[in-house]
């Protein structure tokens, strides 16, 4: 059965940095499209970040560009979700999800997702 585990979430002050990891089991994420995803309370879950499964062409929503990084490591099975400058509203449940879909974009729709990292950011 396939897991992906999400990691790295906490409180943090406006201006600090998490950096979320997501290990996957069963599969290997290096030939999967990953993106990560949050859910607000009271909000609908929003894309945040994806990394293509081809060339790992990676894609940000506007307002976190310049300050989120995706990656991959390989050896580690893991993609990351590197987050700087953070603000009060990213405060999230942040989830990460693969899908086997393969190409240079990211998919609309995912196979696999996570439980979730609570990321909060408040002075």
């Known amino acids: 059965q396939v897991h992906l585990v999400e990691s790295g979430g906490g409180l943090v002050q406006p201006g600090g940095s998490l950096r979320l990891s997501c290990a996957a089991s069963?599969?290997?994420?290096?030939?999967?499209?990953v993106g990560w995803f949050r859910q607000a309370p009271g909000k609908e879950r929003e894309g945040v970040s994806c990394i293509s499964s081809r060339n790992s062409n990676t894609y940000y929503r506007n307002s976190v560009k310049g300050r989120f990084t995706i990656s991959r490591d390989n050896a580690k099975n893991t993609v990351y979700l590197q987050m700087n400058d953070l603000k009060p509203e990213d405060t999230a449940v942040y989830f990460c999800a693969a899908d086997d879909s393969y190409g240079d974009t990211c998919p609309r729709d995912y196979d696999y997702w996570g439980q979730g990292t609570q990321v909060t950011v408040s002075s």
């Open positions: 069963v599969i290997s994420l290096d030939t999967y499209a």
